[in-house]
């Protein structure tokens, strides 16, 4: 592939190479949780097929060398990151998102379906039900820094207590993770138009921010029938199911057929 774009750029280099083989022949674009990065993702290479690259999004405006304001809607997210998917399409890809990077997945997906030339091959959901089913609840990205803690620690699993007891590191992680609440607490569909591409959803078993049942309501976006998996785990049972989730990603990802046309 070309060289993706420099990581330390200010309002480029989104994507970050966690490794794969010298020659890819897929590649795997992976979008991380609210307050999360690509160190989400650097395990999944050494669990995937050894043809697959794994490139992970940094969300625009999550890195400390990000320069000027920090996007906080998902349709400022996507408009950054759009080209710089574009320019990484050489190879077939997929996306896999989770929680936030669901949804962030999902409007990447429609966008870039829009150019068939830059289509992805499958698109990859988890922990979060259908763009149009989204239930915010009352906001919680503005509020004092231990109640906006708490609160999203009873939502979601919230801030390892390790970090909440180190007040340097809670300050350089506050901005990026209220950024990333409030695009999900502002969030509505960007478009009415459904993914063309095979949509697999995963979900934890004890999860309830989606329960699994709500899990099936990704059909409403998908114009293929959808798959549903659920592993044990709450919402972030991708940390302890990480091999069984990446086996099921291998195993869902079958690229279509180049048509050729002949003589």
């Known amino acids: 592939m070309a060289a993706l774009p420099n990581p330390s750029a200010a309002r480029r280099g989104c994507l970050v190479n966690l490794g794969g083989p010298p020659s890819p022949r897929r590649r795997l674009l992976c979008v991380p949780f609210a307050g999360g990065g690509p160190a989400a993702y650097r395990q999944w290479a050494a669990t995937l097929p050894p043809d697959v690259e794994v490139v992970a999004v940094q969300l625009p405006g999550r890195s400390p060398a990000w320069r000027g304001p920090v996007p906080s809607s998902i349709s400022e997210i996507v408009d950054i990151l759009r080209p710089e998917v574009e320019a990484a399409t050489d190879l077939p890809f997929a996306l896999f998102g989770h929680s936030l990077g669901a949804l962030v997945a999902f409007e990447l997906a429609v966008a870039l379906e829009a150019q068939p030339a830059t289509a992805p091959s499958h698109l990859f959901v988890s922990?979060?039900?259908?763009?149009?089913?989204?239930?915010?609840?009352?906001?919680?990205?503005?509020?004092?820094?231990?109640?906006?803690?708490?609160?999203?620690?009873?939502?979601f699993g919230g801030v390892p207590d390790a970090i909440r007891a180190e007040p340097d590191l809670l300050a350089l992680l506050l901005p990026a993770l209220r950024a990333d609440v409030r695009a999900f607490e502002t969030y509505a569909p960007l478009t009415d138009r459904k993914v063309g591409c095979p949509v697999h959803v995963y979900g934890g078993l004890t999860d309830v921010h989606p329960r699994p049942s709500e899990l099936a309501s990704w059909q409403d976006v998908a114009e293929q029938e959808i798959t549903v998996r659920v592993f044990p785990g709450d919402h972030f049972y991708l940390n302890g199911s990480r091999a069984a989730l990446t086996a099921d990603i291998a195993g869902s990802w079958v690229e279509r057929p180049v048509e050729t046309v002949g003589p």
């Open 127 to 155: 922990g979060r039900t259908s763009p149009t089913r989204v239930r915010v609840g009352a906001p919680i990205n503005d509020l004092p820094d231990d109640v906006f803690l708490d609160a999203l620690s009873t939502r």
